[in-house]
């Protein structure tokens, strides 16, 4: 424990005076780098966080949270499928699912496009309120009229608007494991926007039954898909599914479908947090160097204290009271600076646009125009608590050095 002296005379020490204002400035300096890459940090991983959530929203935005294949890749009972698996707790809704590849056609270039399969019925409920319809909606998919909605881009691309006829060549395997093309022709009825470049320059919407169709599936489907209630609860409820209905099926989740992208994130999470970690470290420095000067500025008045009766432990505590105010409260500072900053950065960003004549992320180059914030409370406390300990190690050096010195010799010519 540190004893009221020791807290005195450590604070004590804290003051400016003529001889010190230099060790003081190294103090000042280190107390606002401290904030600095406390607040730098906040920020900067809340603003990863926000990406990481706009990148999940978009990602899924065309898609399910999780999905439930059959055996050999084909659901044939998939409506008794869609009822087992709606009625697992956390899910929302259920829907089958075609998936193909290929290649689409209009007026002259071939573009390679993925098709999902979709039941407006089911879907609407699964992702139709997610979906960016430009235009049309998912009730012009109807099963027998060969209708298309296409990804803004791949539609820029093959030059088509809505009504156009466009052309789907196919590879459908037959019986003895060839792949067999089929040529239809889909009517464009409608545009979708979903954010992200794969899924706006390759995807394409067509009913269900016209998929089981071209693939030769009959009544069956690829998989069901499922939307949970909450999106991070979606691993847990396909690993339910799987222990439930058995090894007749294969789930899977979102989480592995698109684990290189927040695989990614993470990676750049990591190293932003390393990078901005040494400023932190940078100023965890200067404190060992100001409390250096202080503890040789200081070597008179050790020897006096340790002369009065106090131990080399009181000495270690002095000097720890001092790094310790410095940066503790730097650790304070930045953690109110960033928190503040991380909640505000949708305002502040757009007024530091306007001010200096430029847009950060144009929409012209970017999907994201805005930079988004989410501020989580585990980043914070894990900034904040390893800011301290390192502040606090920081101490430990000068501490001992002060206590290490020798009455006599330091009083001798005093």
Same mark, same amino acid.
């Given at each position: %424990?540190? =004893? +009221?002296?020791?807290?005195?005379?450590?604070?004590?020490?804290?003051?400016?005076?003529?001889?010190?204002?230099?060790?003081?400035?190294?103090?000042?300096?280190?107390?606002?780098?401290?904030?600095?890459?406390?607040?730098?940090?906040?920020?900067?991983?809340?603003?990863? =966080?926000?990406?990481?959530?706009?990148?999940?929203?978009? *990602?899924?935005?065309?898609?399910?949270?999780?999905?439930?294949?059959?055996?050999?890749?084909?659901?044939?009972?998939?409506?008794?499928? &869609?009822?087992? &698996?709606?009625?697992?707790?956390?899910?929302?809704?259920?829907?089958?699912?075609?998936?193909?590849?290929?290649?689409?056609? #209009?007026?002259? $270039?071939?573009?390679?496009?993925?098709?999902?399969?979709?039941?407006?019925?089911? !879907?609407?409920?699964?992702?139709?309120?997610?979906? =960016?319809?430009?235009?049309?909606?998912?009730?012009?998919?109807?099963?027998?009229?060969?209708?298309?909605?296409?990804?803004?881009?791949?539609?820029?691309? *093959?030059?088509?608007?809505?009504?156009?006829?466009? &052309?789907?060549?196919?590879?459908? +395997?037959?019986?003895?494991?060839?792949?067999?093309?089929?040529?239809?022709?889909?009517?464009?009825?409608?545009?979708? !926007?979903?954010?992200?470049?794969?899924?706006?320059?390759?995807?394409?919407?067509?009913?269900?039954?016209?998929?089981?169709?071209?693939?030769?599936?009959?009544?069956?489907?690829?998989?069901?898909?499922?939307?949970?209630? $909450?999106?991070?609860?979606?691993?847990?409820?396909?690993?339910?599914?799987?222990?439930? *209905?058995?090894?007749?099926?294969?789930?899977?989740?979102?989480?592995?479908?698109?684990? #290189?992208?927040?695989?990614?994130?993470?990676?750049?999470?990591?190293? %932003?947090?390393?990078?901005?970690?040494?400023?932190?470290?940078?100023?965890?420095?200067?404190?060992?160097?100001?409390?250096?000067? &202080?503890?040789?500025?200081?070597?008179?008045?050790?020897?006096?204290?340790?002369?009065?009766?106090? #131990? +080399?432990?009181?000495?270690?505590?002095?000097?720890?009271?001092?790094?310790?105010?410095?940066?503790?409260?730097?650790?304070?500072?930045?953690?109110?600076?960033?928190?503040?900053?991380?909640?505000?950065?949708?305002?502040?960003?757009?007024?530091?646009?306007?001010?200096?004549?430029?847009?950060?992320?144009?929409?012209?180059?970017?999907?994201?125009?805005?930079? +988004?914030?989410?501020?989580?409370?585990?980043?914070?406390?894990?900034?904040?608590?390893?800011?301290?300990?390192?502040?606090?190690?920081?101490?430990?050096?000068?501490?001992?050095?002060?206590?290490?010195? =020798?009455?006599?010799?330091?009083?001798?010519?005093?």
């Amino acid at each position: %424990m540190i =004893n +009221p002296v020791e807290l005195f005379v450590g604070l004590r020490y804290l003051r400016a005076r003529r001889r010190t204002r230099f060790v003081s400035f190294i103090t000042l300096i280190s107390l606002l780098g401290i904030s600095l890459g406390v607040a730098a940090l906040i920020v900067i991983l809340s603003v990863m =966080n926000g990406f990481e959530g706009e990148l999940r929203s978009r *990602l899924l935005s065309m898609s399910a949270h999780g999905s439930i294949t059959g055996s050999g890749g084909i659901t044939r009972d998939w409506q008794e499928l &869609v009822a087992d &698996v709606s009625a697992e707790p956390g899910v929302v809704a259920a829907a089958p699912f075609v998936q193909m590849e290929g290649m689409i056609q #209009s007026r002259g $270039d071939l573009f390679a496009v993925l098709v999902h399969g979709v039941n407006p019925d089911y !879907e609407t409920v699964l992702s139709g309120a997610m979906i =960016n319809m430009i235009e049309g909606s998912l009730d012009v998919l109807q099963a027998g009229e060969r209708s298309i909605i296409l990804g803004r881009v791949l539609a820029y691309k *093959l030059g088509a608007r809505v009504g156009d006829g466009v &052309v789907l060549l196919i590879p459908r +395997p037959v019986g003895d494991g060839t792949l067999q093309p089929v040529l239809e022709r889909f009517v464009m009825r409608g545009v979708f !926007e979903a954010g992200v470049q794969d899924h706006d320059g390759v995807l394409a919407l067509v009913h269900a039954d016209d998929a089981a169709a071209i693939q030769g599936l009959g009544d069956a489907v690829d998989s069901v898909r499922f939307r949970a209630a $909450d999106v991070m609860a979606a691993p847990r409820i396909a690993q339910a599914l799987q222990a439930r *209905l058995g090894d007749g099926v294969t789930s899977s989740d979102w989480t592995i479908e698109n684990g #290189s992208y927040f695989r990614a994130i993470r990676i750049e999470k990591m190293m %932003m947090s390393l990078i901005l970690s040494l400023v932190i470290g940078v100023a965890a420095f200067n404190i060992v160097a100001s409390l250096v000067m &202080v503890v040789m500025d200081k070597t008179t008045d050790i020897a006096v204290l340790r002369t009065l009766g106090m #131990s +080399p432990q009181g000495v270690v505590k002095i000097f720890f009271v001092q790094g310790a105010v410095i940066g503790w409260a730097g650790v304070a500072i930045g953690v109110v600076l960033g928190v503040v900053l991380a909640l505000n950065v949708p305002v502040i960003v757009p007024v530091l646009e306007q001010l200096f004549g430029f847009q950060i992320m144009p929409g012209d180059v970017y999907y994201v125009t805005r930079i +988004p914030s989410e501020l989580e409370l585990q980043d914070v406390t894990v900034i904040a608590i390893s800011a301290l300990v390192l502040t606090s190690l920081a101490t430990l050096y000068p501490a001992r050095r002060a206590a290490l010195v =020798n009455p006599a010799a330091a009083l001798r010519y005093e």
